[in-house]
């Protein structure tokens, strides 16, 4: 199985400032055939279900602010909030989906500061 | 768009059986794979596994494997989870979510999600 592991566990942001998490995979997830990483980020905001905001590492999903971004090949990945706002607040999360089982990270909560 | 209803709530005691479920619409339910997540109270997400509907062709997670079983009827469009025995570790909220794809039963980030039925376990 792939082992995702987040960092930090949590953060705290000033309102406008940058937001950095980290996610490494056990094994490279990234397909040589297709040159796809098969890494995705969510977020979850508290009494909601998850929402996929990048997907092959580096995809926004439609909707998604530009203020998020997602970067990093292999087995090491970023996903960064460039300015973060108010409603960022939430856990974000990310997944492997490579091989099965698809397993995500432990989960990185958000906060202001 | 896309969209998945989950069965409400449930309350049900240890030993007890159960069966919740998951109704697709919007788009061919049968051509993209449906996966159940837990999440246990204040923990993070599980990928339990992922069912085919058309052919029902079915991933476990070894962590989940033989806890719970996953189905699907695809001429109601309708995923399940159910458990023959519910014990008190099986209280948790549980999703169930699209697979995304670009092919034949390819497997990709899950890009719709249902809105999550909660489950507790207590004597």
């Known amino acids: 199985d792939i082992v995702v592991t987040q960092s930090p566990d949590s953060l705290a942001v000033s309102l406008g400032e940058r937001a950095t998490i980290n996610c490494k995979s056990s094994q490279s997830v990234l397909y040589s055939a297709n040159k796809n990483n098969y890494l995705a980020w969510y977020q979850q905001k508290p009494g909601q279900p998850p929402k996929l905001l990048i997907y092959?590492?580096?995809t926004r999903e439609s909707g998604v602010p530009d203020r998020f971004s997602g970067s990093g090949s292999g087995t090491d990945f970023t996903l960064t909030i460039s300015s973060l706002q108010a409603e960022d607040v939430a856990v974000y999360y990310c997944?492997?989906?490579?091989?099965?089982?698809?397993?995500f990270g432990g989960g990185t909560k958000v906060e202001i500061k | 768009e896309a969209q998945l209803v989950q069965s409400g709530a449930e309350v049900k005691k240890p030993g007890e059986s159960l069966k919740i479920s998951c109704k697709g619409s919007?788009?061919?339910?049968?051509?993209?794979?449906i996966g159940w997540v837990r999440q246990m109270p204040g923990k993070g997400l599980e990928w339990m596994g992922i069912i085919y509907p058309d052919d029902s062709d079915t991933r476990y997670s070894p962590s989940f494997q033989g806890q719970a079983t996953i189905s699907a009827d695809k001429s109601i469009s309708t995923a399940y989870l159910q458990w023959s025995s519910l014990k008190a570790s099986d209280t948790a909220m549980y999703y169930c979510a699209r697979l995304d794809r670009d092919g034949y039963k390819s497997i990709h980030s899950f890009d719709y999600w249902g809105q999550g039925t909660l489950v507790t376990v207590s004597s």
């Open positions: 997944q492997q989906y490579y091989s099965t089982p698809l397993t």
């Open positions: 092959w590492a580096s």
């Open positions: 919007g788009y061919n339910f049968t051509n993209y794979w």
